[in-house]
């Protein structure tokens, strides 16, 4: 029952206590189709387009009798084997035949006091009267797997039964599922729409009610989508747990503000010492991305509860929330949050040689099963849009089923762009939501349409059209079901198995992890030099800051990068030390503190800057020709400056400033040396102030491969020059 056991279930409805209602059930029995209502339900009995709603284990059995049940029980078993059909499912016959004889057994003769609606008896009360049917009937118990079948069957009719019987307003519910309650707002295309999200195991009531008042005002105003909702909701029942073992029953958490922080400074090292539950890390010590999700959810609700404290206490019918303080508007401070440790960028970025092998063994995917392959052809064709697009994995089972626009008549050439593809943008609200795609992409997606197709009409209902590109396989007869993003997990984790795949330092490389695959592409598309805001706008961002997260650039393409260039001197003489060697003190000192916007720092680690921000005087300061438009700006900017002070002096004295000024004389110098620089990089070969050539080696390409070294340092003498550098080889190597 999506992430839910049944004994959770019962709890919920125990604690809803919903009953029987002659008009609701009115309501619901008009829904039924005429051909539906009948005394005996089966594919032989009810009308062609509900015919495959009903499955069987393989073997022939007979329609599930409903005549001899009390008429509102009658109604109900009818109504929820057309809502199970009506919702894309399919009815499980062995359970339900089995189930309506045992119904009939308990209410034979319709004695008074004896059930006349499902939900007369608790769920726990159907589940043992119906062993006992049996048993007074045979003389013995029925067998287990009959007992599962049945159960089965009865807790998805209580589901919904509870679900059509419950009058209060949805946010109230203890379950909230979208699928079969259509209040709820999620967006159209919700990735995990399809997944409930249970507020019961939050025992207190008050934080109960309040979390799903929450989530019920972040849904409307789209402040939280839905899946982080399930997120938030998972925190607070942990929240829920540290609360009760302090004995907590109250919104303020504590009658003295000023005991608030010191509560929720207990409650971090709670969260930080608690260990996994489940999953390969269970039974160790939560990581610090999980210790630091889990705090700041509790933080942003009761913020949140703060901001709307009135709204809160009339709308949860708790007056406490009113009482909430400064205190409940913050609970951490700067850096006292978790820090996750950086993650290796290596580990994100699938090498060429793993990829080779990856995109080979891809086939097994569709292969058949007598074949060896895992006989899931939809799986091949999504990991083979995931690896050549990089699309994240939503956006590729989201897939309309024809996402293809047709370029402008004229513009596909051979081996080009062929169309562009449109996918549903599930993570960013206004981001882009198209990119150009080639021909292979094409007849990938026209391979899985015509798949889809002849799928469509061996298993959907009559008249069915398919929401989505990739359909699940599974209660999806209405065809409006995606592919199910944890089948395709668990199909790259049996592919990963047999595979073995190793990257270039023997790690196993793990994609089942979709997501490498878009950092792969974005890192491919950066290094082949693709403007960043063009990969900005490829992979569906708003902003360069986020694209750069992607941007793990290799080091050899950064190591080439860099020795294109060749780096001049101070006064725009060639710089006396290898190139490689440069490359190399200033990888060695990643400082930033040298990180200059127009060049690098050559300054020793263990020296220390005294010139302050006048770089542009200091032999120990770097460019290239990738500063020119720094440079250029700069001396803009520098003269401009120069007129305007010459102006205020003016205006202040009624005499020009003297050359002697010695402001004046420190930015013509600044000036000059920014023109000397800038002529180097543009014209190689121009002769500089002391008489040598901003040097042009043999095979020099042009004024880009030209650099600049300590812009503003006057004409020295070779020996001076010498004595220059040689602090600054001695200290790349310190």
Same mark, same amino acid.
């Given at each position: 029952?999506?992430?839910?056991?049944?004994?959770?279930?019962?709890?919920?409805?125990?604690?809803?206590?919903?009953?029987?209602?002659?008009?609701?059930?009115?309501?619901?029995?008009?829904?039924?189709?005429?051909?539906?209502?009948?005394?005996?339900?089966?594919?032989?009995?009810?009308?062609?387009?509900?015919?495959?709603?009903?499955?069987?284990?393989?073997?022939?059995?007979?329609?599930?009798?409903?005549?001899?049940?009390?008429?509102?029980?009658?109604?109900?078993?009818?109504?929820?084997?057309?809502?199970?059909?009506?919702?894309?499912?399919?009815?499980?016959?062995?359970?339900?035949?089995?189930?309506?004889?045992?119904?009939?057994?308990?209410?034979?003769?319709?004695?008074?006091?004896?059930?006349?609606?499902?939900?007369?008896?608790?769920?726990?009360?159907?589940?043992?009267?119906?062993?006992?049917?049996?048993?007074?009937?045979?003389?013995?118990?029925?067998?287990?797997?009959?007992?599962?079948?049945?159960?089965?069957?009865?807790?998805?009719?209580?589901?919904?039964?509870?679900?059509?019987?419950?009058?209060?307003?949805?946010?109230?519910?203890?379950?909230?599922?979208?699928?079969?309650?259509?209040?709820?707002?999620?967006?159209?295309?919700?990735?995990?729409?399809?997944?409930?999200?249970?507020?019961?195991?939050?025992?207190?009531?008050?934080?109960?009610?309040?979390?799903?008042?929450?989530?019920?005002?972040?849904?409307?105003?789209?402040?939280?989508?839905?899946?982080?909702?399930?997120?938030?909701?998972?925190?607070?029942?942990?929240?829920?747990?540290?609360?009760?073992?302090?004995?907590?029953?109250?919104?303020?958490?504590?009658?003295?503000?000023?005991?608030?922080?010191?509560?929720?400074?207990?409650?971090?090292?709670?969260?930080?010492?608690?260990?996994?539950?489940?999953?390969?890390?269970?039974?160790?010590?939560?990581?610090?991305?999980?210790?630091?999700?889990?705090?700041?959810?509790?933080?942003?609700?009761?913020?949140?509860?703060? &901001?709307?404290? @009135?709204?809160? +206490?009339? /709308?949860?019918?708790?007056? %406490?929330?009113?009482? =909430? $303080?400064?205190?409940? !508007? *913050?609970?951490?401070?700067?850096?006292?949050?978790?820090?996750?440790?950086?993650?290796?960028?290596?580990? &994100?970025?699938? @090498?060429?040689? +793993?990829? /080779?092998?990856?995109?080979? %063994?891809?086939?097994? =995917? $569709?292969?058949?099963? !007598? *074949?060896?392959?895992?006989?899931?052809?939809?799986?091949?064709?999504?990991?083979?849009?995931?690896?050549?697009?990089?699309?994240?994995?939503?956006?590729?089972?989201?897939?309309?089923?024809?996402?293809?626009?047709?370029?402008?008549?004229?513009?596909?050439?051979?081996?080009?762009?062929?169309?562009?593809?449109?996918?549903?943008?599930?993570?960013?609200?206004?981001?882009?939501?198209?990119?150009?795609?080639?021909?292979?992409?094409?007849?990938?997606?026209?391979?899985?349409?015509?798949?889809?197709?002849?799928?469509?009409?061996?298993?959907?209902?009559?008249?069915?059209?398919?929401?989505?590109?990739?359909?699940?396989?599974?209660?999806?007869?209405?065809?409006?079901?995606?592919?199910?993003?944890?089948?395709?997990?668990?199909?790259?984790?049996?592919?990963?198995?047999?595979?073995?795949?190793?990257?270039?330092?023997?790690?196993?490389?793990?994609?089942?992890?979709?997501?490498?695959?878009?950092?792969?592409?974005?890192?491919?598309?950066?290094?082949?030099?693709?403007?960043?805001?063009?990969?900005?706008?490829?992979?569906?961002?708003?902003?360069?800051?986020?694209?750069?997260?992607?941007?793990?650039?290799?080091?050899?393409?950064?190591?080439?990068?860099?020795?294109?260039?060749?780096?001049?001197?101070?006064?725009?003489?060639?710089?006396?030390?290898?190139?490689?060697?440069?490359?190399?003190?200033?990888?060695?000192?990643?400082?930033?503190?040298?990180?200059?916007?127009?060049?690098?720092?050559?300054?020793?680690?263990?020296?220390?800057?005294?010139?302050?921000?006048?770089?542009?005087?200091?032999?120990?300061?770097?460019?290239?020709?990738?500063?020119?438009?720094?440079?250029?700006?700069?001396?803009?900017?520098?003269?401009?400056?120069?007129?305007?002070?010459?102006?205020?002096?003016?205006?202040?004295?009624?005499?020009?400033?003297?050359?002697?000024?010695?402001?004046?004389?420190?930015?013509?110098?600044?000036?000059?040396?920014?023109?000397?620089?800038?002529?180097?990089?543009?014209?190689?070969?121009?002769?500089?102030?002391?008489?040598?050539?901003?040097?042009?080696?043999?095979?020099?390409?042009?004024?880009?491969?030209?650099?600049?070294?300590?812009?503003?340092?006057?004409?020295?003498?070779?020996?001076?020059?010498?004595?220059?550098?040689?602090?600054?080889?001695?200290?790349?190597?310190?």
């Amino acid at each position: 029952m999506n992430g839910i056991s049944g004994e959770e279930l019962m709890d919920c409805w125990e604690a809803a206590g919903c009953s029987h209602d002659a008009a609701v059930l009115a309501r619901l029995w008009a829904s039924v189709p005429p051909g539906m209502r009948l005394p005996a339900l089966s594919a032989d009995t009810v009308p062609d387009r509900y015919r495959g709603g009903f499955a069987g284990d393989g073997t022939s059995y007979p329609a599930a009798d409903v005549s001899a049940l009390p008429w509102p029980m009658r109604q109900e078993v009818t109504w929820c084997i057309f809502r199970v059909i009506e919702l894309g499912g399919r009815v499980q016959m062995p359970g339900t035949v089995m189930l309506a004889r045992r119904l009939t057994e308990i209410t034979a003769g319709h004695r008074a006091g004896s059930p006349r609606s499902l939900m007369d008896l608790p769920a726990r009360a159907w589940l043992q009267e119906i062993p006992l049917a049996v048993h007074r009937r045979r003389g013995r118990l029925p067998a287990p797997s009959s007992v599962t079948q049945m159960r089965q069957v009865l807790l998805r009719f209580l589901w919904l039964l509870d679900l059509a019987y419950d009058t209060r307003p949805w946010w109230q519910r203890e379950s909230w599922h979208p699928v079969e309650d259509r209040r709820i707002p999620v967006r159209e295309h919700e990735p995990l729409g399809r997944q409930a999200i249970h507020f019961h195991r939050i025992t207190a009531g008050w934080l109960r009610r309040a979390a799903q008042w929450h989530g019920k005002v972040a849904l409307e105003t789209g402040v939280l989508r839905w899946s982080t909702l399930g997120q938030r909701v998972f925190t607070l029942t942990v929240l829920d747990a540290f609360l009760a073992g302090r004995g907590i029953r109250e919104p303020r958490l504590d009658a003295d503000p000023a005991r608030v922080r010191q509560l929720m400074q207990d409650f971090l090292g709670h969260v930080r010492a608690s260990q996994a539950s489940r999953g390969p890390t269970r039974g160790q010590r939560v990581s610090a991305a999980h210790a630091k999700t889990v705090l700041v959810h509790v933080e942003q609700f009761y913020l949140f509860m703060h &901001d709307h404290k @009135d709204a809160a +206490a009339a /709308a949860c019918g708790e007056p %406490g929330w009113r009482e =909430l $303080g400064a205190g409940h !508007a *913050g609970f951490y401070r700067t850096r006292e949050l978790p820090r996750p440790g950086r993650r290796d960028p290596g580990l &994100d970025v699938i @090498d060429d040689t +793993a990829m /080779a092998r990856i995109m080979a %063994g891809i086939g097994q =995917l $569709g292969e058949k099963a !007598a *074949g060896g392959g895992l006989d899931d052809p939809q799986a091949m064709r999504i990991m083979m849009l995931q690896a050549r697009l990089g699309r994240r994995i939503s956006e590729i089972l989201l897939l309309d089923t024809d996402p293809l626009l047709p370029l402008a008549a004229g513009g596909r050439e051979p081996g080009g762009m062929a169309a562009r593809l449109r996918y549903q943008q599930t993570k960013i609200d206004g981001a882009p939501d198209t990119i150009l795609v080639d021909a292979e992409v094409v007849a990938i997606i026209q391979a899985q349409q015509d798949w889809a197709a002849a799928w469509l009409s061996g298993h959907a209902a009559p008249g069915a059209r398919a929401r989505y590109l990739f359909l699940g396989l599974l209660f999806n007869r209405n065809a409006d079901r995606p592919y199910v993003s944890a089948t395709l997990h668990r199909a790259l984790t049996e592919l990963a198995r047999r595979l073995d795949i190793r990257d270039g330092a023997g790690r196993l490389v793990d994609f089942q992890r979709t997501h490498r695959f878009r950092h792969t592409r974005a890192t491919s598309l950066l290094n082949a030099g693709v403007p960043v805001h063009v990969v900005q706008r490829y992979l569906g961002h708003l902003s360069p800051t986020m694209t750069m997260h992607y941007a793990q650039t290799l080091a050899e393409t950064q190591e080439a990068e860099f020795l294109r260039y060749r780096k001049l001197t101070a006064d725009a003489r060639e710089l006396q030390i290898s190139p490689g060697d440069l490359y190399d003190m200033l990888q060695l000192d990643h400082r930033t503190d040298r990180i200059l916007p127009n060049g690098w720092c050559l300054l020793p680690p263990r020296q220390f800057c005294d010139r302050g921000n006048a770089c542009l005087t200091c032999d120990k300061f770097a460019t290239d020709a990738t500063f020119l438009p720094e440079l250029q700006q700069q001396k803009d900017k520098t003269l401009h400056l120069i007129g305007q002070r010459q102006e205020a002096f003016r205006a202040r004295t009624g005499t020009p400033m003297g050359e002697d000024n010695v402001w004046l004389q420190g930015r013509r110098r600044e000036a000059a040396s920014l023109e000397a620089i800038i002529t180097a990089v543009q014209h190689p070969g121009t002769s500089t102030g002391d008489g040598q050539a901003a040097g042009t080696e043999p095979g020099a390409e042009g004024a880009t491969q030209h650099a600049v070294r300590g812009a503003g340092v006057e004409a020295r003498t070779d020996q001076a020059a010498a004595r220059a550098q040689r602090p600054a080889v001695n200290g790349g190597n310190s």
